[in-house]
């Protein structure tokens, strides 16, 4: 098993003869996804083509997302799109009712993604983003842009604010022989769709997944709630990482959400002593959590 998505997802890709879009979704097709439809406004009726191990594949193309879902059976989206587009594509996609949403963009304005949120959890959808990765789940399915060749199939389960540690996180864990079961770019602006304790339930439930790896950030308080439900519903083993330990407070450190307030609220010595008291492993280096993984029986 995996979570989110896996062998079975057919994948609309939203802004898909779009630059990104367009080279996305070619290495999203190299990797074996089924990219089932692609949407562009005014462009509907037309193919996207590309060039896969010689052979050429023509993903349809659709004016509105809800016509895309209704004649191609899509399942899960990813939005290429620019920020000041991005709740657009999030309400047109939730109107259709497609149950897993991926948004890719940075800088989406706060106020629209807390309607973007609301818009998904009313209907009972996943949203992730924005400034997420995407997902994979190693040897079924890519939705998102990340290096796939350095992903394996493996037990480990991965949740992350940070692309780049995650990125570093696994290319060590494939390269000590440690495979991963879903991975899922959770994002690092101030108002994610999933956060870590949406997503912990999920990982826990998967029979495939035997250890957690949770990378957070400073800013905001989404790892001292996951640590209260671990602490109370998680049985497998967690590896914590926090990222920006030496960052000043009261300073923006990029990230919309990586922001301490000057009384130490989202520090991380606040995230991590929490995390220590749910029992989880808290790593001091992307290189320390690949240590602790390889302690730990079962995973290799």
């Known amino acids: 098993m995996s979570i989110i998505i896996d062998e079975n997802t057919r994948l609309l890709v939203q802004g898909i003869t779009g630059r990104e879009g367009n080279f996305h979704t070619q290495t999203m097709l190299e990797y074996g996804t089924t990219v089932a439809a692609g949407v562009t406004p005014g462009k509907g009726g037309q193919d996207a083509i590309f060039e896969i191990n010689g052979k050429e594949i023509r993903v349809p193309v659709f004016n509105t997302v809800r016509e895309a879902a209704d004649k191609t059976g899509c399942n899960a989206t990813v939005i290429f799109v620019p920020a000041k587009f991005t709740p657009e594509g999030v309400y047109e996609a939730a109107d259709a009712g497609l149950p897993v949403i991926i948004t890719i963009s940075e800088h989406t304005p706060v106020h629209e993604m807390m309607k973007c949120y609301y818009a998904a959890r009313q209907r009972g959808l996943r949203l992730f983003g924005p400034n997420s990765f995407g997902i994979i789940s190693p040897g079924k399915c890519k939705a998102g842009f990340m ?3 350095y992903y394996i199939p493996g037990p ?16 060590m864990m494939t390269e000590r ?9 959770v994002g690092g602006d101030m108002i994610p769709g999933s956060t870590f304790a949406d997503l912990l339930p999920d990982f826990q439930a998967d029979p495939e997944t035997k250890a957690i790896v949770l990378i957070g950030e400073i800013g905001g308080s989404e790892e001292e709630i996951a640590a209260e439900y671990i602490k109370a519903h998680v049985t497998k083993p967690v590896i914590a990482l926090i990222a920006g330990k030496n960052a000043p407070k009261g300073k923006n450190m990029g990230h919309a959400g990586a922001i301490v307030a000057a009384d130490g609220t989202g520090s991380a010595e606040n995230k991590e002593k929490a995390l220590r008291a749910a029992g989880v492993h808290v790593a001091e280096s992307t290189t320390h959590i690949v240590d602790i ?3 730990l029986d079962g995973l290799v």
């Open 293 to 295: 993984l390889k302690t």
């Open 147 to 149: 290096a796939h060749k």
């Open 156 to 171: 480990v389960g991965i949740m992350s604010r940070s692309a780049t540690n995650c990125y570093e996180t696994v290319m």
């Open 177 to 185: 022989g440690i495979g991963q079961s879903t991975c899922i770019g």
